[in-house]
């Protein structure tokens, strides 16, 4: 089974992924890694991993749309069974949702249906929350408002800052998104019209 991987910074949660594909526990092959950031760090690691790793900026395209069919095109090119978002920081087009509708899972940092869009640890410490966290959700045309796979949750601490909060919450993010793709490529992750589920139980 095949995964492609789109980023546009660091990649640490490519790199889990890339670590579990090492140790034979992703259940596939991450095949591409594509960036639209030409500095992206995680491109360094997907070389050093010897995996194809292609960089589309979207600066050189007209608009999303244009940019959008561009990325179909790549993606396709790979043919993938899953589409891992990690880390990329652009909205899509109805069109290319639609097109890996049920096969592109995406990690956010916060526990959804809680604090969707940017700044989420920025903006649970302000509402002093007890807890915060991350979770894998299918994309759907709803920006972060797809079901949801599997969430990590941790507690907020007193004392603890944007920082702190931020890499706690990056640690339990490189331990479940490499889980929901090995769900997803063993085929016991499906995405339905009532959401998603496991082994045929609804999550
Ligand atoms: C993560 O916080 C993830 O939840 C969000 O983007 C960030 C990517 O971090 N979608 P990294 O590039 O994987 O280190």
């Given at each position: 089974r095949r995964v492609v991987v789109l980023i546009s910074g660091s990649g640490s949660n490519l790199q889990a992924l890339i670590d579990a594909q090492t140790h034979d526990e992703l259940g596939g092959e991450i095949v591409a890694v594509i960036s639209?950031?030409?500095?992206?760090y995680g491109l360094v690691r997907a070389r050093e991993a010897g995996i194809d790793a292609v960089v589309l900026p979207h600066?050189?395209?007209?608009?999303r749309d244009a940019y959008d069919g561009a990325l179909i095109k790549v993606i396709e090119r790979h043919e993938p069974d899953l589409i891992v978002l990690a880390g990329f920081m652009r909205i899509f087009t109805p069109r290319f949702v639609q097109r890996f509708l049920g096969r592109m899972l995406n990690i956010h940092p916060?526990?959804?249906?809680?604090?969707?869009?940017?700044?989420t640890h920025e903006r649970a410490l302000a509402d002093g929350v007890p807890e915060h966290g991350c979770s894998v959700h299918f994309v759907t045309e709803e920006l972060d408002g797809g079901p949801v796979v599997v969430q990590a949750a941790v507690n907020v601490a007193e004392g603890e800052t944007e920082e702190t909060l931020k890499e706690k919450v990056h640690t339990r993010e490189h331990l479940i998104y490499p889980i929901a793709v090995k769900w997803f490529l063993e085929g016991r992750l499906r995405f339905t019209a009532e959401g998603a589920t496991i082994d045929g139980h609804p999550l």
């Open positions: 639209n950031e030409p500095d992206a600066r050189e395209y007209e608009n916060s526990l959804l249906p809680a604090y969707q869009g940017l700044h």
